[in-house]
């Protein structure tokens, strides 16, 4: 298939257009910059000029394809009105072909034990925006759209990720932070298993929703030894408050805040998802 991508230069989008290209598919990517188009045609992508803003340019895009994902986020702006709008301008470029647009666990709030893509939303603030805007994304399916819903984990790997927020947070301290007791259970996944599930759920029956997670159950106590392990500081940790937190990270120490434990078993069930990487603390521990 010919792939539209937006985000195609972040974090996730540069695994997952070498993903789509080792399917076999021809991706197109949009470029906000001539420093992206530069990165997504190294990836062997067609950079396509314009931003999550330029409706014109995300619907002709994707009306010139046989898929859409949509990665790319705008933190400088509203960003939920930012991803309604693009997320508009795509679906109604690509109308029945498929859809994939980006979600993200948190908006399940605590957990008190393990969930599935169905539980209710109970969204720090942070994150509140998405039930709206994933509502309106899964409705197309009943209007002959063809949506489906990727939701990632903490995404870790490649030396980036949220994670090393953490690890940057040890500097001049020489130990890494968690919050309170670190008790609180985190969702992960590898930055290259997600990129894969991206791939599959272009075969996903419209109006799905899947967790992308790779299976593991990790406290943010054991995830903060590991981080500090693989940024040379021999495990060591230490506990700040939630406020503290926020002082350090804003809104964000809320969501890292969170207890939660998510079934990943529906990709692996419905979409052959295989996760390569299902020992995250080895993998945070080496650094890589």
Do not use: C
Not at 153 to 182: M, N, W
Not at 247 to 252: D, F, N, V
Not at 272 to 278: I, K, L, Q, S, V
């Amino acid at each position: 298939m010919h792939v539209f991508l937006t985000g195609g230069s972040g974090y996730i989008g540069r695994p997952t257009i070498s993903a789509l290209r080792a399917a076999g598919h021809q991706v197109s990517a949009l470029a906000r910059t001539d420093q992206s188009a530069e990165v997504v045609r190294g990836l062997g992508a067609t950079p396509v000029p314009g931003d999550l803003a330029d409706v014109t340019a995300l619907r002709d895009a994707a009306a010139g394809a046989d898929a859409v994902i949509h990665l790319g986020a705008d933190a400088s702006t509203d960003m939920g009105q930012a991803d309604r709008i693009a997320a508009a301008a795509l679906q109604d470029g690509i109308a029945g072909r498929p859809y994939v647009h980006t979600g993200g666990l948190w908006v399940y709030g605590d957990t008190s034990d393990v969930i599935t893509e169905a539980a209710p939303y109970h969204a720090p603030a942070i994150t509140a925006w998405r039930e709206e805007n994933e509502r309106a994304v899964l409705d197309h399916a009943h209007s002959g759209g063809h949506p489906v819903l990727v939701m990632p984990a903490v995404v870790f790997g490649r030396q980036s990720g949220l994670l090393q927020l953490f690890a940057e947070a040890a500097d001049g301290t020489g130990a890494v932070p968690y919050i309170g007791d670190g008790a609180n259970y985190v969702t992960l996944v590898h930055v290259d298993d997600i990129a894969q599930l991206y791939v599959r759920a272009l075969n996903a029956p419209a109006g799905s929703v899947y967790a992308g997670v790779n299976g593991e159950f990790l406290t943010f106590a054991q995830v903060a030894a590991a981080v500090s392990t693989g940024a040379g500081l021999g495990g060591r940790t230490v506990s700040i408050s939630i406020d503290e937190a926020r002082a350090k990270w804003g809104a964000l120490a809320d969501a890292f805040a969170l207890d939660q434990r998510i079934s990943g078993d529906k990709a692996r069930r419905e979409l052959g998802w295989t996760p390569a990487y299902t020992d995250a603390l080895a993998t945070l521990s080496s650094g890589q």
